[in-house]
């Protein structure tokens, strides 16, 4: 069964913390993980995305953490800021195979 | 214009009614999208066009009808809806053949009375 099993659903994180999201997933197939962050009116956009062959990804703020034997993967956004306020989807895929399968979402809430 | 725009963005119609929603990629994309997005649900994917060939129907109900003209146009034709397909219709675009990366547009939010 082709699922992604994020959590948690819902987090409040001070400003300047560490928000941590993880994702977990079953098919093994999968070598494609993005992250997409999603604002309030506005569609999903690409954050940030990883390939099995590395164990973590930087861009600025934001590190996905993957461990391949376990089938899971995680964003954790550094100094958490007001702005980064917004839902985060993780999604899974294979091979050339555009289809996503996206997690639930989780609403990250940053209080300033 | 630039990137996906998606028209309307709000509607509401009754269940007997017929209504189309429309998106627009300037892009230059070749493949694009129609996805749900449903509280507390992940994204589901409806329909997938590849230059203009349907090439993915998730299983979804024949009340949902997807054109797409061209490349840069995609069209959901709804009819005899039913209350439970109330939802966001997020489209998406994606260059042919990247895997995962997909431009959404701002969605249509869509209420069934």
């Known amino acids: 069964q082709q699922q992604v099993k994020q959590s948690p659903q819902s987090l409040i994180v001070q400003k300047g913390g560490i928000s941590i999201i993880n994702c977990a997933y079953e098919?093994?197939?999968?070598?494609?993980f993005p992250w997409y962050q999603q604002f309030p009116g506005k569609g999903p956009a690409l954050l940030i995305a990883?390939?099995?062959?590395?164990s973590e990804k930087k861009e600025g703020r934001f590190t996905i953490s993957f461990n391949k034997s376990a089938k899971q993967f995680s964003l954790h956004i550094m100094d958490s800021q007001p702005g980064d306020s917004a839902t985060y989807f993780c999604?899974?895929?294979?091979?050339?195979?555009?289809?996503?399968?996206f997690g639930k979402g989780t609403l990250l809430t940053v209080n300033p | 214009e630039t990137g996906v725009t998606q028209t309307p963005r709000h509607l509401v119609m009754g269940m007997t009614n017929k209504k189309s929603l429309k998106c627009e990629q300037h892009l230059g994309h070749n493949a694009m999208y129609w996805y749900k997005q449903s509280a507390k649900k992940p994204l589901e994917l409806m329909f997938v066009?590849?230059?203009?060939?349907?090439?993915e129907n998730n299983s979804v109900p024949s009340r949902f009808s997807p054109e797409c003209p061209n490349s840069s146009h995609l069209f959901l034709h709804l009819h005899t809806l039913q209350p439970e397909d109330s939802a966001l219709y997020l489209c998406a675009s994606s260059p042919e053949r990247v895997t995962g990366e997909l431009f959404f547009g701002e969605g249509s939010r869509l209420t069934v009375l």
């Open positions: 990883i390939r099995p062959d590395v």
């Open positions: 066009y590849n230059f203009k060939e349907q090439t």
């Open positions: 999604a899974a895929s294979k091979g050339s195979n555009y289809k996503l399968t």
């Open positions: 098919n093994t197939a999968f070598d494609y």
